[in-house]
């Protein structure tokens, strides 16, 4: 984690987060701490991040997310030189289907 961002304050974050039990909790939990928008925003860059390890290029993802490609390219860029927290969560999600 970015030493910029890490403290108390985050990780209380964090763990709060880990006590969440199913998407029901999450929709309660995410609807009081973050904005419609806020939460649109992180769906649509994990979604952007599924579709780029799938190899779909920029365009199309542009088209399914809304994502404006420098988002895109951030997220990208994330996946390749990042700590791996798209990766992580993404095979995961993909070995429980």
Same mark, same amino acid.
């Given at each position: 984690?970015? #030493?910029k961002?890490?403290?108390? =304050?985050?990780d /209380?974050?964090?763990r *709060?987060?880990?006590? !969440?039990?199913?998407v029901d909790? +999450?929709? &309660? /939990?995410f609807?009081d701490?973050?904005t419609?928008s #806020?939460l649109? #925003?992180m &769906? @649509?860059r994990? !979604?952007a *991040?599924?579709?780029? @390890? ?5 365009v199309d993802? *542009? #088209?399914k997310t809304? !994502?404006s490609t420098?988002t895109? &390219?951030?997220?990208n860029? +994330?996946?390749?030189y990042?700590k791996?927290g798209?990766?992580t969560?993404?095979?995961?999600l993909e $070995? $429980? =289907?």
């Amino acid at each position: 984690m970015n #030493e910029k961002i890490r403290d108390e =304050k985050t990780d /209380f974050l964090f763990r *709060a987060i880990l006590e !969440l039990q199913d998407v029901d909790e +999450c929709y &309660s /939990f995410f609807e009081d701490l973050c904005t419609v928008s #806020e939460l649109q #925003e992180m &769906s @649509k860059r994990l !979604l952007a *991040a599924k579709l780029l @390890k799938n190899n779909h290029v920029y365009v199309d993802i *542009a #088209e399914k997310t809304g !994502l404006s490609t420098a988002t895109i &390219s951030r997220v990208n860029r +994330c996946l390749k030189y990042g700590k791996d927290g798209y990766i992580t969560i993404l095979e995961r999600l993909e $070995r $429980r =289907k």
